[in-house]
């Protein structure tokens, strides 16, 4: 007994001299590249907290935006604003230093939260496709939704987020510092069985799956609007057709920038698992965590500013104007359901 004690202690003494060694690795960057870097995520992050923080202000001051299908995107800005909050400063914090400075337990902390807000804004991004597809193509089905099934959907997206953020803290994978030295993510330069099979799920779970899903909804959106368009039933529907053509678009967008912001990492993930992640170039290492984190700004580019009816929130806002001041003609695609949240206030 005394010598498998021995033999526990011994080995969780050498983890942790081996994790407090894997915190000090030099960087393979340049501090004048740390400084490129850093000066991207501050930009990106005022960015970022900027957009997000004025989407649910609107939640917040105008009561049209507070409807079931609008709290899946303020659920998205919360997302954002999560890896604005935490991630951006640490990782520019580490970059003007050179190297990661918060530690192990702050490494961990990192990736978790990183890999928490990621997760959970992918499946509000699957959420958001479902939605437009019941509203638009399917508006028999979309009219049978309820406070309850928002509510269900947007906390299986958290919950998802949450499980494959612990995991790696639990044993499945793990989180270390990357090549760049200044950020932490899933340790892919360790790539054994637990790190592939892990990474594996994770891609199938969170990319294939999510984007499946999207294209999807969205195709079937875009048939839908073409339908219209080549019979000219516009007298049949309850929308603005300019809209119409604006969700259309926005799907487009939608589904290239995912793509654009997540395929980096999935492919950096994938070559670890199937091949020799010391051929990894340096430069990829970075950019994909990098682009991961776009979404953050590019979000509110795509669901506030693309949409007519945030565009004059956002206008009645910066002049100041009161509840009664903002007159809104139409019903838009993204605030086709406007059943008064209920259940859905804990999300806002």
Known sequence: MEDDLETLFGNATFNSTRDSTEMESKSVFSQREHNIVATYLITAGVLSLLSNIIVLIMFVKFKEFRTATNAIIANLAFTDIGVSAIGYPMSTASDLHGSWKFGYAGCQAYAALNIFFGMSSIGLLTVVAIDRYLMISKPDLGRKMTNVTYTTMITVAWVNGLFWALMPIMGWASYAPDPTGATCTINWRNNDSLFVSYTITVIAVNFVVPLSIMV??????????????????????????????????????????????????????????????????????????????????YNPCIYVIANKKFRRAIIAMVCCQTQQDLTISHTLPMTTSQAPLTELNSFI
């Not at 670890?272 to 965590?289: E, H, L, N, R």
């Open 216 to 297: 999807f909804c969205y195709y079937n959106v875009s048939k839908t609007v073409k339908r219209f368009m080549h019979h000219d039933v516009l007298e049949n529907l309850t929308l603005d057709w300019s809209d119409q053509l604006d969700v259309t678009k926005m799907s487009v967008v939608m589904i290239a920038m995912f793509l654009v912001a997540w395929s980096p990492y999935s492919i950096v993930c994938l070559w670890s698992s199937f091949g020799d992640p010391k051929f990894i170039p340096p430069a990829m290492a970075i950019v994909a965590p990098l682009f991961a984190k776009s979404s953050t700004f």
